[in-house]
T-cell receptor
Framework: EAGVAQSPRYKIIEKRQSVAFWCNPI?????LYWYQQILGQGPKLLIQ????????DSQLPKDRFSAERLKGVDSTLKIQPAKLEDSAVYLC???????????????FGPGTRLTVL | GENVEQHPSTLSVQEGDSAVIKCTYS??????FPWYKQELGKGPQLIID?????GEKKDQRIAVTLNKTAKHFSLHITETQPEDSAVYFC????????????FGQGTELSVKP
């Protein structure tokens, strides 16, 4: 079974530029998460999708970050414009479904390391 | 707000020794507690998890214990090997609220041969 795919793996941009990240979850997984992991810290949830609907985006800085999950499969996360403090690894994770005991088993992709200069 | 505290931040052991990492959570409604291993340049990988109706769970050299009254859970690795070297994260969540994970700050484990 293929894992969670993310691209690009690395991205370097200047502040105030825009950037987009792509995630392809494990086939059949209804729930998709985007996490931000700042160096030396644990991942922090940015947004959670159930199929193509948003479940939780309370931690997403909506003035600059946006995310969508078209057709309930792939997802993109965009930052516009980027700030220096956005430098981090952006992790995508997926899990089979919500509301049931097995649902919290989250499978992570390799992440995209973003450097904002 | 919800918070998970993890200690120690770094841990160095000799090969063959045991390693223990401890976490405390603030949300008393949390009922799912996974542990993740993250190697350099990779995403976190689930190594073991425990649910609130269980006090202890073991998988070969890895075990996790949960004390719901104290809101405390721990990871135990026995007979450590150099390939156990990585950053370990604990997390807590309520699986009836969509599975949002609250992570600890991480423990960098170094196993010296």
């Amino acid at each position: 079974e293929a894992g969670v795919a993310q691209s690009p793996r690395y991205k370097i941009i200047e502040k105030r530029q825009s950037v987009a990240f792509w995630c392809n979850p494990i086939s059949g997984h209804a729930t998709l998460y985007w996490y931000q992991q700042i160096l030396g810290q644990g991942p922090k949830l940015l947004i959670q999708f159930q199929n193509n609907g948003v479940v939780d985006d309370s931690q997403l800085p909506k003035d600059r970050f946006s995310a969508e999950r078209l057709k309930g499969v792939d997802s993109t996360l965009k930052i516009q414009p980027a700030k220096l403090e956005d430098s981090a690894v952006y992790l995508c994770a997926s899990s089979p479904q919500t509301g049931r005991e097995k649902s919290n088993e989250q499978f992570f992709g390799p992440g995209t390391r973003l450097t904002v200069l | 707000g919800e918070n998970v505290e993890q200690h120690p931040s770094t841990l160095s052991v000799q090969e063959g020794d045991s390693a223990v990492i401890k976490c405390t959570y603030s949300d008393s409604a949390s009922n799912y507690f996974p542990w993740y291993k993250q190697e350099l340049g990779k995403g976190p990988q689930l190594i073991i998890d425990i649910r609130s109706n269980v006090g202890e769970k073991k998988d070969q050299r890895i075990a996790v214990t949960l004390n719901k009254t104290a809101k405390h859970f721990s990871l135990h690795i026995t007979e450590t090997q150099p390939e156990d070297s990585a950053v370990y994260f604990c997390a807590a969540s309520r699986y009836n609220q969509g599975g949002k994970l609250i992570f600890g700050q991480g423990t960098e484990l170094s196993v010296k041969p």
